[in-house]
C-alpha cells in the first residue's frame, strides 16, 4: 500500500480540514494511497506523534474550523539534527513523501527540506494571501467575511455614538484582508503596509466623513507603517521563524486621531477572531481542490512542488517559485480604493 503522511503548520486558518479531507478521499479512492497525521505539524514528525487518518476519520470535516491535526509554530529545522530527523520519520512510517499544509515559514521550511532529498508537497494556507505564486490562498476569503461582519458591527455602535471607529484586522507584511473588508464595510480610510499615508491626510478623511454626519470608519491592516516611522509596530517580539510579531497599531492611532481631529474615537483589534470558525464555501472549494491536487502531485512523483490556484485551474509551481515573491497590494487597487475614502 502506498502511504503519505500530512501535516498542518503555522497560524491555522479556515479550510485546514477541508484540505485534510480532500487529500484522504482523493488518495483513497483514486490513487490507492492511505494517510497518516503528524499531530500539531512539524512537532508531530520530531515527537513521532502521528494517528491514522482512515476514511472514516475524515467524515463531515470540511466544514469545520481549526485543523483535526493540531498545528504549531515548530520550525523542523531550529531543532538539534536538522532534517535528518524528518527523513529518519518518514522511513519508520514506510511513508512515500509527505503534504505540508502550511504558510510562507512552513513552505521555506519544506523547500529546505526538499533540497536534502525529503519528498515534500506544499500546500499554501494563509489567511494573508501573501503567496505570490497563488491568486489566492484558502482561509482569506473565510478572514475577509469574518472580518466584514465584525466591522458591521462597529459600524452600528460607532453610528450611536457618533464616533469613529478604528478595525484593526491581521495580514502580517500585506493589506489584502484590510483592502477588502474595507471596501465591503464601506471604510472612510483603509490604510495598509504598501501604501504610505500621513496621518494627517487619515485625519482629513475621517473629518470629512464627520463634517457629513457619518461616523469615520478606519480600517487598519497590522503592519500599517505611517508617513515618517520606518517599521511597523510590533512591540512583542519576535515568532519561532523569526519574523516580528504584529498588533495594536490602532491602539496608538486611537490617540493619535484624536488628538488631532477631536473626536471620541475607538479602536477594536479584531485578531485571532479572523483565524476562527467555519469556512465560507469558497474556501471550502479551493481547499478541497488542493488537498485532491496535492496527491495528484505525490502519484506523479512531483516533490518538491506547491499546489497553487491560477485562474481557476489548479496547478503545480516549484518550491522556489512559490516563495519568490510576497504577493502584496498593487498600488492600482489601493488608489481605485482610495477614490472613495473620506
Ligand atoms: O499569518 C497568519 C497570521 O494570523 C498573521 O496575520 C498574524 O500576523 C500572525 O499570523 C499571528 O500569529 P500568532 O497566531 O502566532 O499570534
Redesign the pocket.
Known sequence: MKRLGILTS????PGLNAVIRGAVLGGALTHGYEFIGFRDGWRGVLDDDVLPLPRRAVRGISRLGGTILGTS?TNPLKEDGGPAPVSDSLRRHGLDGLIAIG???TLAAARILSDTGIKVIGVPK???N?LGATDFTF?FDT?VQTATEAIDRLRTTGESHHRCMIAE????NTGW?ALHAGIATGAHAILIPEHRVTLNQVAAWVNSANDRGRAPLVVVA??FVPAGQDAPYSPRGL?TFG?P???GISMLLEQQLQGLTGIETRATVL??I??GGEPTAFNRVLATRLGMAAVRAAAAAEWGTMVSLRGTDIITVGLDEALETIKTVPESLYLEAEELFG
Do not use: F, N, P, S
Request: glycine share 26%.
Open positions: 503555522g497560524g491555522d486558518c509554530r504558510g510562507e515559514g494563509t489567511i494573508d501573501d482561509g478572514a484586522v491581521m495580514g502580517r484582508i497590522e503592519a515568532d519574523r510579531r504584529l498588533g485578531g485571532h479572523q483565524r
